[in-house]
């Protein structure tokens, strides 16, 4: 403030209102720095409740071939819920499920090398390096053996951790994902040259609206998108390439517990079922109508209570059997 308009206002403003004006300068101040006290008590105290919150997951880093691999870990034990993400997706899929299903056994969610904050290297990704990036993450987490969880692309990556890692596989659930290829070469070519173009990310627009369902929330459908968009055009073409490779597609058998929970659509044969049993001859299988691809996020609760049932009625990840690091 210049002198001679400081002098003006002392010698214009009567002396009460130049009280007030002075009072309420020092009300302002004072009510600045009560507030900056409570959001510095507040930020501690919501430090202090996440240490407290035994539901909170805790980020974890590991490595395969070079590569950094990030997961999130909720509880502790040697066996373990293993949550496994689709194709361009991450562990924010898994919002819902984790700390919920955590309140059971112990759970991780991992990001896929060359999704979420995992390192994106370049190179083949095939569903057999996936299936190493989860016993990678395992060995880490010193996790023995686990119940893999495998939505979409999670579900081949599951297969083949199972035939890599048997001793360590004791479950597999299906969530809307193919024990049989995905559809005829040709289809699938067609779609793979579609994301070699430099208009890949709009090429998909139209294949993530038909796989959205009628109750997946907008937040949601945002969320899947901008996986989609933060995942690099070599892991995009790769991981397809990967899903479709024959070499995944045997006829061996699971014979582990296996749940199946399928979105109902025009896609899959009418022998499903059938055809999956060839597979996991002993596995439980549901098709929900009405739910898209991402049905674990258009129905949560639905979703982790049949998940629950299963663990429970073939007694796995049992609590007796958890034992602390």
Known sequence: MTKKLKDALVTRWPHNLRHLLFLAVVLVFALAIAALNQCEVNAATAKNSAKDDKSAGESRWTKLDGAKIHYVNYGKGNEALVLVHGWTQNVDGWRDQAADLAKRSRVIAIDLPGHGQSDKPQTTYSMDYFARAVEAVMRDAKVKRAVLVGHSMGTPVARQF?????????????????????????????????????????????????????????????????????????????AMEGMVDASIWGEDKITVPVLAVMAKNQFYPPNVEESFRGIAPTMEFYMWDGVGHFLMMEKPKEFNDVVLAFLNKNKLLMKSEIRIQ
Do not use: C, W
Request: charged share 25%; glycine share 6%.
């Open 162 to 238: 199972y035939r890599k890692y048997p001793e360590k596989t004791i479950g597999i659930v299906i969530v809307d994902g193919a024990l049989r290829p995905f559809g005829d070469k040709a289809l699938m070519d067609r779609m793979i040259a579609g994301f070699r173009s430099p208009k890949f990310r709009e090429a998909a627009q139209p294949m993530f609206v038909a796989m959205s369902g009628p109750n997946l929330q907008p937040e949601a459908k945002d969320r899947i998108t901008a996986s989609f968009m933060n995942t690099p055009q070599h892991v995009v073409v790769s």
